[in-house]
């Protein structure tokens, strides 16, 4: 199982962008998945995240202008992000808690980041 983060790219301040992750390989379930973000020599920090209910969480900077949603079928999660400020300037993380069909037990995943540059 793999998490392919795409959608990210250079955006001005005020505008939006819509990230999507896909978890291939087929999993067999996956619970949690979310968006996390960090930036250089910053700890990883939450951005939002959803259960497989749809009941979501996210961090004070991203209520009100970020909206994490997902759709089960296609094992993607998106993160709609609006009214961007230079600060969300980051690289950002996909996270999946999910059970591989090929491990025993349920872990954690990481997607390969996409950058998000939000210009002034």
């Known amino acids: 199982v793999q998490l392919q983060a795409s959608g990210g790219g250079l955006v001005q301040a005020g505008g939006s962008l819509r990230l999507s992750c896909l978890a291939t390989?087929?999993?067999?379930?996956?619970?949690?998945m979310g968006w996390y973000r960090q930036a250089p020599g910053e700890q990883r920090e939450l951005v939002a995240k959803i259960g497989a209910g749809g009941v979501a969480d996210y961090a004070a900077f991203a209520k009100d202008r970020f909206t994490i949603s997902r759709d089960n079928a296609r094992n993607t999660v998106y993160l709609q992000m609006n009214s961007l400020k230079p600060e969300d300037t980051n690289v950002y993380y996909c996270?999946?808690?999910?059970?591989?069909?090929?491990?025993?037990?349920?872990?954690?995943?990481w997607g390969q980041g996409t950058l998000v540059t939000v210009s002034s």
């Open positions: 390989g087929n999993p067999l379930r996956i619970e949690m």
């Open positions: 996270h999946a808690d999910l059970l591989d069909p090929s491990q025993p037990r349920r872990n954690l995943y």
